[in-house]
């Protein structure tokens, strides 16, 4: 269990004021920047029976070893529900109020190592509306010796009472250089392609078929042809995605349009910049702002039970319309 060099200073802070543990922390930052792996290191520093110096945990003592193992009777841990394999990936993950019972039953007993008890809830935003209402009977009056851990993306879709009931930390995302650093260590290929994508965010998860997927429509988006559309709304819709995937993709090529219609480098897709730079001179501004308008409109819906293969026909045809600047 470790935290990542981007946040030693957060991790120091934190120690610094051990003796002092609010009965609740939310930390707070961009997805994919290392925010669970600390809080999982600051929750096994919590339980653990003879901490190092810095207040980090041993990893050696008992507790240690049960949570390392995944099996501390001490440790709770709330997290959507995942699909199983190849099915449901079009569902908004959502962690439901039974969920949330269940654990509440257990915080209110005797903790087995008669120590502090730790509760994992991540990522906040994923609670129903009935789940963040039992959480927050709970943090309004917690029990003695239990620690809340709330990681979240995005702080402003949790409940306003329940971020007054927790001490806020922000954990910032890597420098530009820092996660290159790491991806080239892990021996990623194209590391800076795929770090201008997830802005970024370097503990993206691998997805080779989406990544060509996704080059595939930029390559389409570039020169599009009607046929092609087609063909390709298809194959998107076979692969099982999410319309929010193509709503993200799609919307990150025309920030990069937008950005070259006002003479500014790409952001997402820094590879495209030419192809980027070429639809910008053919296209007008306030078309390019009204297409980007009917994509914030469908975002609500990107993981609705729509028609997701419709749903992309429409889009890239009203796309091609841009385009053509017709």
Known sequence: MMIYPWHASQWRQLAAHWQNQPNAW??????????????????????????????????????????????????????PEMPEEGAGSRKLLQIKIDAVRGIVEQI??????????????????????????????????????????LVTHNRDKLLPTIKSRCRQMLLPAPT??????????????????????????????????????????IRLLAAPRLLAMLDYAAEFDKQKQPLAVFIDWLHKWLLDVALAQQGMPPLYYPDFAAQSAQTAAKTDAGRLFALTGRLNTLAPYGYHTLSVKMQVEALLADYLEFWQNK
């Open 176 to 217: 530009r250089d820092e996660a290159l650093r790491y991806l080239e260590a892990q021996g990623v290929d194209d590391a800076a392609s795929l770090l201008a994508f997830h802005s970024g965010a370097p503990l993206f998860r691998p997805a080779p078929e989406a990544d060509e997927m996704r080059a595939e429509l």
């Open 108 to 149: 209110y007993l005797t903790g087995v190592r008669g120590g502090r008890r730790v509760v994992l809830v991540h990522p906040a935003e994923a609670l129903n509306v009935q789940a963040a209402n039992g959480l927050l009977k709970v943090l309004e009056e917690p029990p003695p010796h239990v620690v809340f851990l």
């Open 26 to 79: 939310l930390f707070t930052g961009r997805e994919n920047t290392g925010k669970t792996a600390f809080a999982r290191f600051t929750a096994q520093a919590l339980l653990c029976e003879t901490p190092a110096a810095g207040c980090e945990p041993c990893g050696s003592c008992a507790s240690c070893h049960l949570f390392l193992q995944g099996a501390h009777p001490d440790f709770y841990e709330l997290a």
